[in-house]
């Protein structure tokens, strides 16, 4: 079965990869990525909740 945490955009559009988070309580989410480097993340994202929540549901796209 094909995993509905990180799904890859259709090629038409620019690489992407689409992530969601199921929080009814949360008042913030913070996405952080790891390369190679375990130890500190490559990349931090702060989710707006006006743009990036539908519902209970964070959601954004992340460039590969």
Known sequence: PRSTSSEVWPQ???PERFF???S???TGV?????????????CELKLDPIQ?????IWHCFVPE
């Open 30 to 42: 913070t996405l952080l990525l790891y390369g190679a480097d375990v130890v500190k993340p490559a």
């Open 20 to 22: 969601a988070l199921f």
């Open 12 to 14: 038409t559009l620019a």
């Open 24 to 26: 009814r309580h949360a």
């Open 52 to 56: 990036n929540k539908s519902g209970a």
